[in-house]
């Protein structure tokens, strides 16, 4: 059984830092490709940051210099490394994966990703 288990969402003030981490087991795949979205209350799923077999990552505008993407893979984790926190980056924070390769200009979609977890809560107060 597919399992993607996010941890490391919390609660911290505006300018703070965490790091989520997203342990993957029971992938009948090697990931082509693994990212980060979001979702607010009320908003759309929005996708953060990606990183794809050969190692490359991609990040949305918004997070861009303040978050960054990371693996372990012989631990099997993918990370988010979140800095500089804002009061709109508050959401359920996803993983997912995705069989295919990817490669992302602009927006990072989450078309392909399959396979997804069950979420982490951050919430950035002012």
């Known amino acids: 059984q597919v399992q993607l288990a996010e941890s490391g969402g919390g609660s911290v003030q505006a300018g703070g830092s965490l790091r989520l981490s997203c342990a993957a087991s029971?992938?009948?795949?090697?990931?082509?490709?693994m990212g980060w979205f979001r979702q607010a209350a009320g908003e759309e799923r929005e996708g953060l940051a990606a990183?794809?077999?050969?190692?490359?990552?991609f990040y949305t505008e918004s997070v861009m210099g303040r978050f960054t993407i990371s693996r372990d893979n012989a631990k099997k984790i993918l990370y988010l490394e979140m800095n500089s926190l804002e009061p709109e980056d508050s959401a359920m924070y996803y993983c997912?994966?995705?069989?295919?390769?990817?490669?992302?200009?602009?927006?990072?979609?989450?078309?392909?990703?399959?396979?997804w977890g069950q979420g982490t809560q951050v919430t950035v107060s002012s």
């Open positions: 997912a994966a995705r069989s295919l390769n990817c490669y992302y200009e602009k927006s990072i979609s989450s078309t392909g990703f399959g396979d």
């Open positions: 029971g992938l009948t795949y090697t990931p082509g490709c």
């Open positions: 990183m794809n077999i050969g190692g490359r990552t």
